[in-house]
């Protein structure tokens, strides 16, 4: 895509959260029948309701309830008095030359996370955020140097999927031909944050996700990244059951533990046990290991072959990410022929190893990259946790 870097102040009217309000974005099937017993509907037409508005949400992409129209126009109303649907709010809209788009979301509070949508030949890859800021401190990640300012809601997680559909046209509309084409068919948790520190709003924002009446994303095309929090391996295992991605980054604990500081706690020998039952508990195919290439750091042959010996015995592929640099970054890349006899070394030991090719990286968006500009600009972060107690 040949068009020029742009970037737009949305003016998408969208309806502010109103306190008191329940947002029905984000709850679970069962916490939305709760819910609507919880307002004088009876149990047994809540379910069929249940199965309605889950549709209207989720299928067509509903903002109001007025929309709602195979329900009763006194229930609509009864609905509206007690709940809302709300989504986080476009700040700014960028688009890269190569046709990445990156939002600046504003969600409850003031705060702000970034998304990130990757369109590719067959396929579209939303790269969603799970916390405001990130509390590992990866040495090598932008993100990291923006402390952590709270979890996200499973709804604020679920809403940054509805944000991007809405952006993109995605919903369908009533009476029109059927259309199968998925402009967002992949999902990564990879964005700002630490999923696995937030684990039960990620797990209930990708049950939304999942769910074959709604979105109907497949647990094989969403993919968790996590740094390596050992306790929560298994649980996503069993209660989300997705695809899952380790950002591993070096071979030796000595580097490790200053490329990403959690390996101090949960080491490599440590993380490698736990990942070997993944597959199994999951019914996933394979693992995929997250390497960022940093010049004269991690991208030896050595390091390569300490790798492969490594990951022996779980079924795997290796992703090789050009280092994406960034203000002040206190690494540069590997060159490039470093970078290819890498994968080389790797690809002979049998395991795919693709290098990725950096995406969205004239807007800031490519991986390692995102950090919300509200700490980029004003520093207000600290100032609003602050004022909220956190």
Not at 20 to 29: A, E, I, S
Not at 298 to 317: C, E, Q, T, W, Y
Not at 328 to 354: C, L, M, T
Not at 366 to 382: D, F, I, N, P, V
Request: aromatic share 6%; hydrophobic share 40%; net charge neutral.
């Amino acid at each position: 895509m040949d068009a020029p870097i742009t970037q737009d102040v949305l003016t998408i009217p969208r309806k502010l959260p109103e306190e008191g309000k329940r947002n029905l974005v984000g709850l679970t099937r069962p916490q939305l029948l709760e819910a609507l017993v919880a307002i004088g509907t009876p149990e047994r037409q809540a379910k069929m309701r249940v199965g309605q508005i889950w549709q209207w949400i989720y299928h067509w992409g509903a903002q109001d309830f007025e929309a709602m129209t195979n329900l009763a126009k006194g229930y609509r109303a009864d609905l509206a008095r007690h709940f809302q649907i709300s989504r986080p709010e476009i700040v700014t809209r960028q688009i890269s030359e190569d046709g990445t788009r990156k939002y600046l979301l504003r969600i409850a509070g003031g705060h702000e996370v970034e998304a990130v949508y990757i369109p590719e030949e067959n396929r579209g890859t939303l790269c969603i955020s799970s916390q405001v800021g990130c509390t590992l401190t990866c040495s090598f990640c932008h993100t990291g140097t923006q402390k952590l300012v709270r979890n996200l809601t499973a709804a604020e997680i679920v809403g940054q999927v509805l944000v991007a559909r809405d952006d993109l046209g995605e919903w369908p509309v009533p009476g029109a031909p059927k259309d199968e084409t998925r402009l967002v068919s992949n999902v990564v948790l990879m964005g700002m944050g630490e999923p696995l520190y937030n684990f039960d709003n990620v797990r209930d924002a990708m049950k939304v996700v999942m769910d074959g009446e709604g979105l109907s994303i497949s647990r094989r095309r969403i993919t968790l990244s996590t740094s390596g929090v050992v306790p929560e391996i298994a649980r996503t295992a069993q209660e989300i059951g997705c695809l899952l991605a380790i950002s591993f980054h070096a071979t030796t604990d000595e580097v490790r533990d200053k490329l990403v500081p959690i390996n101090k706690r949960w080491n490599i020998q440590t993380l490698l046990d736990a990942l070997r039952e993944y597959p199994r508990i999951s019914n996933s195919e394979r693992i995929t290991f997250e390497y960022v290439m940093l010049k004269d750091v991690n991208d030896s042959d050595a390091d390569a072959r300490r790798l492969v010996k490594l990951i022996a015995g779980i079924p795997a592929k290796i992703n090789l990410i050009p280092f994406n640099e960034w203000p002040g970054a206190p690494y540069q890349r590997s060159d490039w022929a470093r970078i290819e006899a890498f994968s080389d070394i790797v690809h002979k030991a049998g395991y795919a190893s693709p290098i990725r090719t950096p995406r969205g990286e004239d807007i800031m968006a490519a991986c390692g990259q995102l950090k919300s500009a509200t700490e980029r600009g004003r520093q207000r972060a600290a100032d609003i946790a602050a004022q909220a107690g956190l």
